[in-house]
């Protein structure tokens, strides 16, 4: 679904390269751990998976679409989807609001949206008295859930985890790995995160150890 074919990439005016002939793909059924130490390219890595840059040089492929000559816009909306450490959430939207936004501003009609928020809620385990909740009334790891199930109301299949659990304690850190295990074992979603947590590459099917911009290992772990 992913993949990558000599990847480098390089700031404007800089002198090296902070990724280097990065060469790998990510597979749909899959969870997949990025992790390396700090300044190791990880955050720009997952920048060009998500068509926020193009590579310097080099191929990302969407399928069998060259990502530098398709509509990045469009790309963004419909193929890939983030999860981030800090939620994100809108603080003025309850968290059925909040699923239910992208839907709505996509053209789909209010009662169909919030029937489909409620759907996605519920799958990431947060329950009916909780939808009217307001982002500040609910725990980190509440956040996080919705923050989840409001990058599946797109209907993309790739989602991009940039250190999902890094705000929150180890069971809400576990929950919500396991909720990215589960979107990815039992509903084909191809799951890309980036971390510092060893737990995450542990359980992951795939692990990518990068340092200095390359890829120093890539093993199967739990295939």
């Not at 990065?22 to 990880?42: N, Q, R």
């Not at 590579?55 to 963004?76: A, E, F, H, M």
């Not at 990431?124 to 923050?147: C, F, T, W």
Request: net charge negative; with cysteine.
């Amino acid at each position: 679904m992913l993949r990558l074919e000599n990847v480098s990439y390089r700031y404007k005016n800089g002198d090296r390269d902070v990724l280097k002939e990065l060469s790998t793909e990510f597979t749909p059924g899959y969870m997949h751990a990025i992790v390396g130490p700090s300044g190791t390219g990880k955050t720009t890595l997952l920048s060009i998976m998500a068509g926020l840059c193009l590579p310097t040089d080099g191929v990302v492929w969407i399928g069998d679409k060259d990502l530098s000559k398709i509509d990045l816009n469009q790309y963004r909306r419909e193929d890939i989807t983030m999860i981030f450490q800090s939620f994100h959430l809108f603080p003025l939207l309850t968290a059925l609001e909040n699923v239910a936004y992208l839907m709505e501003n996509s053209g789909v009609k209010r009662k169909d949206a919030e029937a489909r928020a409620k759907e996605l809620l519920n799958i990431v385990g947060i329950d009916d008295s909780k939808h009217g909740r307001y982002p500040a009334n609910l725990s980190g790891g509440e956040q996080q859930r919705v923050a989840i199930a409001r990058s599946l109301s797109t209907g993309a299949r790739i989602i991009l985890a940039d250190e999902p659990t890094g705000n929150l304690d180890m069971v809400n850190s576990d929950a919500v790995v396991n909720i990215l295990q589960n979107l990815a074992h039992k509903e084909g979603y191809c799951v890309i995160v980036v971390t510092h947590n060893n737990a995450i590459a542990d359980v992951s099917d795939m692990v990518l150890r990068m340092a200095d911009g390359a890829i120093v290992e890539q093993r199967f772990v739990n295939v």
